[in-house]
């Protein structure tokens, strides 16, 4: 089946600091998308991305949609307490359907 | 706009008993819904997709017999776990979708149970 490799896993960093994690595919998705989940909650999507090789920003947010459409990547620039949480990617198959990422975790000291 | 709700929270229940969780569009009509499980520290996995007004097409390894889904409406889902047991015990997420021309799915906030 369809699989979305993210990485990394978890990330300590200190606040203030860029963040930068990546998701990688070995089907196509037409559609990517990042959201972020805090604990005991659902998700809630940050960026979606529509056309390969497309560059959206969100504030601090930026990711981008690989040429391939087989990859993104999600950066956090200057980072805050409240970034703390899980994110994940996703693609979306044409049913609709979304295939997740496992997740990156992401911890900041302040 | 745009918001999704689900209930119980949370429920804790004996095994061998069942329980449904609640899934409302609140200001929209949902002509999808999904249903996802997600046990500690890992990613979210399709369950089953509902379409409003017909049978549930679940994922590779749900039992449709386990986990019951009803669509009545275009703005309720349920699911029903029958004859729970401590492996079902999990964190149960639905997102609905508007249908063709929609941007996203929107997701509630999930629904944890707890099975003794």
């Known amino acids: 089946g369809q699989q979305l490799n993210q990485s990394p896993q978890s990330m300590f960093i200190q606040e203030g600091e860029d963040v930068s994690m990546n998701c990688t595919s070995s089907s196509i998705f037409n559609t990517w998308l990042w959201y972020k989940q805090d604990p005991g909650e659902g998700p809630v999507l940050l960026i979606a991305l529509y056309k390969a090789g497309e560059l959206t920003s969100n504030g601090r947010l930026t990711a981008q949609f690989g040429i391939t459409r087989k990859d993104s990547f999600l950066n956090i620039s200057a980072s805050i307490p409240s970034d703390v949480g899980i994110y994940f990617c996703?693609?979306?198959?044409?049913?609709?359907?979304?295939?997740f990422g496992q997740g990156t975790r992401l911890t900041i000291n302040p | 706009g745009a918001v999704v709700s689900q209930h119980p929270s949370w429920v804790i229940c004996k095994s061998g008993t069942s329980v449904k969780i609640e899934c409302r569009s609140l200001d929209f009509q949902a002509t999808t819904m999904f249903w996802y499980r997600q046990f500690p520290k890992q990613s979210l996995m399709l369950m089953a997709t509902?379409?409003?007004?017909?049978?549930?097409?679940?994922e590779q390894g749900v039992e449709k017999d386990k986990f019951l889904i009803n669509h009545a409406s275009l703005t309720l889902s349920t699911l029903t776990v029958t004859s729970a047991h401590p492996e079902d015990s999990s964190f149960y997420i639905c997102s609905a979708w508007r249908g063709a021309g929609a941007d996203t799915q929107y997701f509630g906030p999930g629904t944890r149970l707890t099975v003794l």
């Open positions: 509902s379409n409003e007004g017909s049978k549930a097409t679940y």
């Open positions: 996703a693609g979306l198959t044409g049913a609709q359907k979304l295939v």
